[in-house]
């Protein structure tokens, strides 16, 4: 069953931010929100993650709704480098707790 | 910056040869993961390890073997490779934490051919 709910494709003018959305309704207690891309032909890139709070790093900015059953990843000043999948996972921490990459975002970064 | 690497970007063999898929981590991780990508399936979990000599199924596990002999070191074995087996493969790497610091790195994939 899918945890996330993510709009297919998305697009977002050079230098503008880029908000994308995540559905995560289902979310339990002590599930994490990961956020990660993949640019064509390579493979996914760990962006952020963050449990109850907001989350800044050097990448992006990962908005938890207070209820946690959405979020939003803030690429603050998107690039034509930022064209990528971006997927939203839900998860339990821990080894035996797998990554469950869906189908993503595809935002495409315009000129 | 953490580091995986992987043997091959492009791979090509033929149906019933045995295929070692190779990946290497820098960063001291306890776990490793082989993924397959494939289009509209996204990605799928084949095997990970928590340890060395230690080795958990995932959700694909059926054609393949692994082997991890050193910390560093994950190796995917395709004993028969068959046309099926035509993919993307990525390996991954991570700590272990029940924290939230678990985060997976990727290395940047083997596209195996199988013809």
């Known amino acids: 069953d899918a945890k996330t709910t993510q709009p297919p494709s998305m697009d977002c003018a050079e230098g503008r931010a880029a908000n994308l959305p995540c559905n995560h309704s289902?979310?339990?207690?002590?599930?994490?929100v990961y956020w990660y891309r993949q640019i064509h032909s390579q493979g996914p890139q760990y962006i952020i993650h963050?449990?109850?709070n907001n989350e800044t790093n050097e990448m992006a900015s990962l908005i938890i709704t207070e209820d946690r059953k959405s979020s939003t990843l803030i690429l603050p000043h998107a690039t034509l480098r930022d064209t990528a999948v971006y997927y939203c996972?839900?998860?339990?921490?821990?080894?035996?707790?797998?990554?469950?990459f869906g189908t993503g975002t595809s935002l495409t970064v315009i000129p | 910056d953490v580091k995986v690497t992987q043997s091959s970007r492009y791979l090509v063999k033929r149906t019933g040869e045995k295929v070692f898929l190779e990946c290497v981590q820098d960063?001291?991780?306890?776990?490793m993961f082989w993924y397959r990508q494939d289009p509209g399936l996204g990605l799928r979990l084949i095997y990970f390890?928590?340890?060395?000599?230690?080795?958990e199924k995932g959700d694909i596990p059926e054609g393949y073997s692994v082997s991890r002999e050193k910390k560093e070191r994950f190796s995917l074995i395709l004993e028969s490779a068959s046309t099926n087996q035509t993919s993307m493969y990525l390996c991954?790497?991570?700590?272990?934490?029940?924290?939230?610091?678990?985060?997976?790195?990727f290395g940047p994939g083997t596209r195996l051919t199988v013809t």
């Open positions: 390890s928590y340890d060395v000599k230690m080795k």
């Open positions: 991954a790497s991570s700590f272990s934490s029940a924290s939230g610091l678990d985060e997976q790195y």
């Open positions: 996972i839900v998860r339990v921490a821990g080894t035996g707790n797998q990554f469950y």
């Open positions: 289902t979310i339990s207690g002590n599930e994490y």
């Open positions: 963050g449990l109850k």
């Open positions: 960063m001291d991780h306890e776990n």
